[in-house]
């Protein structure tokens, strides 16, 4: 019976640490932080850009950086202010945002003078979490980080000979230029529809896998692989494997145009889209003697109302047409 009246004071006992623990646990708990009724509810919009390569002329025009920043609350004149969480010392971050009563946008520049070519700037900002409100969703953040370079357009290929097959139409020759340091590229006139059509490579990589990673600025032999528009295109909207050549493609208006020479127009154009293949978009930055350096998988909607099906154009240059290094 004693060993009985033990055990279930041991038990009791026990229960009791239990429960003395667990309140102790909930002494410890922190209830979140309230929003105040007039909270601003600001941050960065999702709109801005967060890298940025200017070409000396637009940093010339612009050296600075002009960030949207929006609030909820658009009641009173308020100053926000920004709290600097690390930045190159290139960068003037202004100490607040100012909004005057019933605006729920303002601006915030970030003067950035004396950047220097080929080289990568970077901050990271911040609102006053006092002027935040966590427990709301909105297009955007309150912090934000930025990164800029400024780098110039160079020739790579002159004069490079487009050539459709069965010549369907009059062949077209343009300049190619790369954005110094970078995987960008922009072709002049593409086609002669008027459109400086930028595209990117993606290369193999040792292992065999098609990817952008793979290529590098300094090593030319990596400026080969599938062909990928970079602007001036847009995706297939029902999904399917292939682009659209754009005019604008903010407003989903098509490039149209009738090539020099030809007495048939081109109504829109489509290309095959693949990003693990090059069968359908191939190119090779150095050219070639004896082939073709490259190629694409078109399908052409006439002016008159006929179609091409997929066909090939195919491009043509050799060491000749590479203009030597500046």
């Known amino acids: 019976m004693r060993k009985l009246q033990h055990l279930l ?14 309140c102790s646990d909930d002494d410890d708990y922190q209830p979140a932080q309230k929003v105040a009724e007039d909270n601003m509810g600001a941050y960065f919009a999702a709109a801005n850009a967060a890298s940025e390569v200017l070409t000396p002329e637009e940093y010339a025009a612009r050296p600075k950086v002009d960030l949207k920043v929006k609030r909820q609350n658009p009641k009173g004149d308020v100053s926000i202010p920004v709290v600097v969480d690390k930045a190159d010392a290139v960068f003037k971050v202004p100490a607040a945002v100012e909004f005057k009563d019933g605006e729920s946008e303002a601006t915030l520049s970030v003067a950035c003078p004396g950047l220097q070519a080929l080289q990568s700037y970077q901050f990271s900002i911040h609102l006053d979490e006092a002027a935040t409100n966590p427990y709301v969703k909105v297009d955007g953040s309150p912090v934000f980080s930025y990164t800029v370079m400024v780098a110039r357009w160079v020739k790579v290929v002159e004069n490079a000979t487009f050539m459709y097959q069965s ?8 300049d190619i230029y790369q954005l110094e340091g970078q995987n960008k590229f922009y072709i002049e006139n ?3 529809s008027g459109i400086n059509l930028g595209f990117y490579i993606i290369p193999q990589d040792a292992n065999g896998t098609w990817t952008a990673s793979a290529f590098s600025a300094s090593d030319r032999s990596t400026w080969k692989g599938i062909f990928m528009p970079a602007d001036h295109y847009m995706n297939d909207p029902d999904g399917g494997t292939y682009w659209y050549l754009m005019k604008d493609a903010d407003n989903y208006e098509y490039a149209s145009w009738t090539p020099e020479g030809a007495d048939e127009g081109i109504s829109y154009i489509n290309f095959y889209l693949n990003t693990t293949s090059d069968d359908y978009a191939s190119i090779d930055m150095s050219g070639s003697t004896t082939s073709y350096a490259g190629f694409q998988t078109p399908y052409i909607y006439y002016s008159d109302g006929n179609e091409s099906g997929y066909t090939y154009i195919y491009m043509y240059w050799d060491s000749t047409n590479i203009p030597a290094a500046e």
């Open 167 to 174: 010549d369907i139409f009059p062949s077209v020759k343009s």
């Open 9 to 22: 004071y041991m038990l009791l006992v026990g229960m009791a640490i239990t429960a003395f623990t667990a």
């Open 190 to 192: 593409y086609l002669g």
